[in-house]
Structure formats: C-alpha cells, structure tokens
C-alpha cells in the first residue's frame, strides 16, 4: 500500500533560523513528489514537483530535494510569512495522490 | 482568472439528506479529484476523474459517488450523508502532461452532517 509520511509533525522556528522537514515515501512507480503549503481554511498551494532523485527546486526562501526515498523542504531563513502547513504528495503510476499528514511550520519573529 | 470553484462553501445538514458539492474549472484540466482533510489524517482521495465519463475511486470512496458529464465539472454527492462524513473537502484538477501536472486546489467545502 501507498504510504506518504512527514515529520516532524509541528516545528517552531525563530525567524532566521534554517531547518529541514522530511517526507518519506512507498509509492509503488512514482511518477512525482509534490509539496504544496495550505494556510489555515484554505486549499493547498503548490509549490514544487520532483520527478526523479538528485533532483533540486527552489523557490525564495525554499528549497526541495529528493532521493530514492525521502523528499526534504529546506527553509533558509524562514520569515513570519512561511508560517503554514507544509503538505507532500507521491503520485503513483495508478494516477492518485497519496498525501502526508503535514508538517505545521509557525516562525516566530 | 484561474480557478476551481466550490459550492457550497459550508454546509450543515442531517443524517440520510442527499446533498451534492459541485466543483468547476476553468483550466480545461482532464484530471479532477475530490480529497477530504480530517485533523491528524491529512488529506485523503475519494475519487479521481482522468478525463470525461472516466472515474475511478481513491482512498476512501464508501459512502460517495461522483459524475464526470463536462470536462469543468465534477460533482460529489452524498446520497445518505453520516455523521463520519463531516469534515473539509476539497477539489482539485491538473493537466494530465507529466512536467505540468500539479494540481490546483479549490476553497473547500466544510461539511457537517448532525
């Protein structure tokens, strides 16, 4: 069975302060690893796809990586603003997404 | 503008009551997808549609059916909505392209079935 999990599953930053969340993944013939951010009430938000390990996307203050296993969010100094809930996604050869349960980012200033 | 489009936005009714969530794009998207959010379970599909008439189920599709008439449109509907049926649903749809297919999400739907 398709499994997606993260951790940790809250993180409290001070602004500045550089950290990492992980997504670990089994998704049978994975087609993509996706992260969205969802702020409170609202949809996801899409930020990154990775199609294959070695892979690297950034964005602003965020960077994505994956291996054959994990995926990895990296925060540069993050800024009140990256407060969110930090979502990963694997999708699989069966055309469905398979969700992690999040990762709650708050950074305080 | 671009965008998937929920109604309604909340939604409080009684264990049995048929009710119907529609969802629409605007993106000419083939793949639309229904998920619900519940606190600690994270999001979770229900049923997917890769392109017109074509439906399939996901995760946890007991209790709900969906249609695929239009290519914008794919309606969830809960003939006999139960308590376990509340929570938050979203919908989202994407190109099928690989390279192109990150899904965009609507508002969400906060049911609640007494």
């Known amino acids: 069975e398709d499994q997606v999990t993260q951790s940790p599953e809250a993180l409290r930053l001070q602004e500045g302060e550089s950290s990492s969340l992980n997504c670990s993944y089994t998704?049978?013939?994975?087609?993509?690893l996706f992260w969205y951010r969802q702020d409170p009430g609202k949809g996801p938000e899409f930020l990154f796809t990775l199609y294959s390990a070695g892979e690297e996307k950034e964005k602003e203050r965020l960077k994505a990586t994956l291996t054959k296993k994990e995926s990895f969010l990296h925060i540069t100094a993050p800024k009140p603003e990256d407060s969110a809930t930090y979502l990963c996604?694997?999708?699989?050869?069966?055309?469905?997404?398979?969700f992690g349960p999040g990762t709650r980012l708050s950074v305080l200033p | 503008e671009a965008q998937v489009t929920q109604n309604p936005r909340y939604l409080i009714t009684v264990t049995g009551k048929k009710l119907t969530v529609t969802c629409s794009q605007n993106m000419n998207h083939e793949y639309m997808s229904w998920y619900r959010q519940d606190p600690g379970l994270g999001l979770r599909q229900i049923y997917y549609s890769m392109n017109v008439e074509v439906t399939d189920k996901g995760d946890v599709p007991e209790g709900y059916k969906v249609s695929r008439k239009e290519k914008r449109n794919f309606p969830l509907i809960l003939e006999s909505p139960s308590p376990n049926q509340t929570s938050l649903y979203f919908c989202?749809?994407?190109?099928?392209?690989?390279?192109?297919?990150?899904?965009?999400f609507g508002p969400g739907t906060r049911l609640t079935v007494l």
């Open positions: 989202a749809s994407s190109f099928m392209i690989a390279g192109y297919n990150e899904q965009f």
């Open positions: 996604a694997g999708y699989n050869y069966g055309q469905n997404f398979v």
């Open positions: 998704v049978s013939g994975l087609r993509g």
